[in-house]
């Protein structure tokens, strides 16, 4: 009774002060949308307005003034009804692999979750890394970063650590909000959008390679790309460490009992039952299926959605009914609108207005390695929030990158690693798949990521402005 009646007032305080500032977004997230569609700025109808509704959609992903799907949705509707676009346009994300991937992964983090599965596989890797908060947190990442070599996707390594991951943290007996559960969750998230930029194996490297290799007229090996960021990765590595131990120390540093109280929740699991052996299978070939994809080239959406539906079918029975109802799919619809906004954009010719602003005015800036290195690293950092898929941004933006170093005489390989490397810089989830899906776990706040986002963001930015310079050269880029 006492405590109900301290904690009234700070919640009825706490709760009028979150409205006003939720009123003053939503406010934001609707007159700035306005005051762009009608600024007399001398650009195409169609164009301008498509930037009026980015802004919409933006802003209310920012501000938070609504949930991050329905502000997406909304922006597809708006795109449609107003004549921006047409509807197989405005709505064409859910056509796209990513946003089924990202069901399917949904699928597969309840697989785990309504099994033992998850649960097995963190004492498996507790009983062997070692009780203690620090040194779980180093070897997800230093895990993460080697699974980088053989995974050519930052979203399905996020969804194998993050299924390690949700045991780990039941392990240690906290809940979501818990330091220990953000930490792990934040780096994890962000780990899996860096690691991909160090090693041509994500889809934005991947891409980026390619077409700085077309349109540049150059030729970047696999080993130059990975040697060019090698000591960035294993810096990166370490700062990831200490960085989470520090914003987010932990609440109990050794579990109770350190090795002994793990096994007693392993012998607590119980032994395999047939639902067990069929989620394993089915997790466990999925991930086979993944590492094993240059000799079979079945994309990652395909596996996973594959192992998701297999789940669900008679005899199977890993998933029921039951389960599909008490997932959430809003981060489903987040990300086919997210991807949908790009091609819309790209279409109506907003991105090439943007494209051009971005390199119009760097020439003059392009004097000095160190210069330059800021001017293409924090422009690609900007860039990026006009767009929700690092794909969108490789393929609009490097072709005239491209043509920017040719005809000033710049190295079309430096400028194109350096743009596509800076593309790991984030600060909102809509910015990357990879980062949605983490988000949508629900145990780190987007204030978290844009903390964790800034500190990174600086850090690899100040590792490039040496390497660049100093290293590159080194191993033949210069």
Known sequence: MNTTDVEAPRSSGWTWLTDRKAALAQVVTVIVPLAVWFAPVGAAPRTQHSLAILSFMILAWILESMDYAV?????????????VAKFDQAFSG?????????????????????????????????????????????????????????IPSG????????????????????EKGSNIGRGMFLILTYASVFFDK????????I????????????????????????????????????????LFPPETVRQEGGADYIRRQAAEIGPWTPIDIRAAVLLGGAVLLWLTDFLHHL???????????????????????????QTNYLPFFFVGASISMGAVLSAT????????????????????????TGVLYWSAFLYHFFLASEISMMTTSVPPLMAFAKSHGFSPTVLGMVWVFAAGGKLFAYQSAV??????????????????????????????????????PLIGIH
Not at 160 to 173: Q, W, Y
Request: a positive charge.
């Open 435 to 472: 980062s949605i899906i983490g988000y949508s776990y629900g145990y780190f706040r987007a204030i978290d990521l844009i903390k964790m986002g800034l500190l990174l963001t600086v850090f690899e930015f100040l590792l490039l402005v040496v390497a660049v310079p100093f290293y590159w």
């Open 71 to 83: 502000a997406g949705l909304l922006g597809c509707l708006l795109f449609w009804a107003l004549g």
């Open 155 to 174: 979203t399905v390594r996020l969804v194998v650590m993050a299924t390690i991951a949700l045991g780990l943290v039941e392990s240690f007996g906290v």
């Open 349 to 372: 010719g907003a991105l090439n207005l943007l494209t051009v602003f971005l390199f119009s005015w760097m020439a003059p800036f392009m004097a000095h390695p160190f210069a330059s």
């Open 299 to 325: 994309q990652p959406s395909m596996v996973a959605l594959a192992v998701g539906l297999i789940a669900l079918l008679p005899r199977v029975n890993v998933l029921t009914i039951k389960d599909m109802k």
């Open 94 to 150: 859910f056509v796209d692999p990513t946003t089924w991937f990202m069901f399917a992964a949904l699928l597969m983090g309840q697989i785990a979750s309504s099994t033992t599965v998850a649960k097995r596989l963190a004492s498996w890797v507790m009983l062997r890394v070692g009780g203690t908060y620090s040194r779980v947190l180093l070897g997800l990442i230093v895990t993460n970063f080697l699974l980088t070599f053989i």
């Open 198 to 205: 160090f090693i041509v194996a994500g889809a934005s490297s």
């Open 207 to 246: 891409t980026g390679r390619g077409l700085i290799e077309k349109f540049g007229g150059v030729s970047i090996s696999w080993s130059q790309w990975f040697l060019a960021f090698l000591p960035l990765s294993l810096a990166t590595i370490f700062a990831c460490w200490r960085l989470t131990l520090w």
